[in-house]
């Protein structure tokens, strides 16, 4: 792999890159009416079964995503010249087939609502970028997320090519996000949270009941299967997720709560919270799963990641950081 991709950034996103394998997609699907397709190791002239040439970089792509790009956008990229390789050569669609070889190139973008929210920089050096996330902004480019995502809007306005969250916070969740300014420290501080080494609290604007006895401590175990939007709990296992819950104060049936992960399972908070029978406000996940468009920025989660706190991995000093932010809804507090 090249020290850096042969294609710059676009729109603050990195180039997609496909491997060629040993035997292409069309070979393995034997794609049918057109030539060539059958084996072909398209390096030392290899002909298929029936004697006609090695089979095309193009029809591996039509073949390898076939249902997910047409075969129409697959020639216009290429009469467009946006497949390069390694050198940053373009890849012409006769180009014959060569396993090992690499192909870089720009998606086409989807169409995304417009999020009418930026990410507030609360802190940056050289080494760390801190910011207090908007609800509604997903964290990293992903499905149909792309540039209205924190990274991709910072790299462009911060001309930080390299940024790179050190975590990760939900779409709907705002607050404090640590992000990487430069490859050199990206693991040192992302080790800090696969280590537990990071001081997390929370605030959350949820149902209220004086019959629960706070503080308390949840224990369960959580399971987020790939592809399931819905992360869910099994009984009788070992717990592999912890959340120490507090109130805050509670008035008009809501209560603020001050939430301290011990674990960070992927809606870890949300699904304690409904376990305990106080849902987070406007959850659309939990306990129910609803149906909400994705341009309605109406109802905010009111989940906040309000301080994080950790030992810097670099010079050793403690850090801390605080949102700015309030929950929407959140009830007003005695005196």
């Not at 002909?47 to 129409?72: M, N, Y």
């Not at 790179?164 to 990487?180: I, K, M, N, W, Y």
């Amino acid at each position: 792999m090249p020290a850096t991709p042969p294609l710059p950034q676009r729109f603050g996103l990195d180039p997609a890159r496909i491997r060629l394998p040993a035997i292409s997609a069309a070979a393995s699907a034997g794609a049918e009416g057109t030539p060539g397709t059958g084996g072909a190791d398209g390096v030392g002239g290899t002909r298929d079964d029936a004697g006609g040439p090695a089979g095309t970089i193009r029809d591996h792509l039509v073949a390898l995503l076939r249902g997910k790009v047409s075969a129409e956008r697959i020639d216009g990229m290429f009469a467009e010249g946006r497949y390069v390789d390694d050198a940053g050569q373009v890849i012409t669609a006769d180009a014959p087939y060569r396993p090992g070889l690499r192909i870089w190139f720009h998606r086409d973008l989807p169409d995304e609502p417009q999020a009418p929210f930026r990410a507030e920089v609360l802190y940056r050096d050289e080494r760390i970028v801190v910011v207090d996330k908007p609800h509604f902004l997903a964290t990293i480019p992903r499905g149909q997320h792309i540039q209205q995502t924190v990274v991709v809007q910072l790299r462009r306005e911060l001309q930080l090519p390299e940024l790179v969250p050190a975590h990760r916070l939900d779409r709907a969740t705002a607050g404090v996000l640590l992000l990487t300014a430069d490859r050199r420290y990206r693991g040192a501080y992302q080790n800090l949270f696969r280590d537990r080494l990071v001081h997390k609290q929370y605030r959350a604007v949820a149902g209220f009941t004086p019959k629960l006895r706070l503080p308390t401590t949840v224990t369960s175990h959580i399971v987020k299967e790939r592809g399931v939007l819905r992360a869910y709990e099994v009984p009788g296992v070992p717990p592999n997720a912890s959340t120490l819950i507090e109130l805050i104060t509670a008035a008009g049936g809501v209560g603020l709560y001050r939430l301290t992960p011990e674990t960070g399972k992927t809606h870890q908070l949300r699904l304690h919270l409904a376990g305990l029978g106080i849902g987070i406000v406007n959850d659309p996940f939990y306990p129910d799963l609803l149906d909400v468009p994705r341009d309605d920025f109406s109802r905010p989660l009111q989940l906040l990641a309000h301080t994080l706190r950790f030992t810097d991995p670099i010079d050793g000093r403690v850090r801390e950081f605080t949102s700015r932010q309030r929950l929407q809804l959140e009830p007003a507090r005695p005196g």
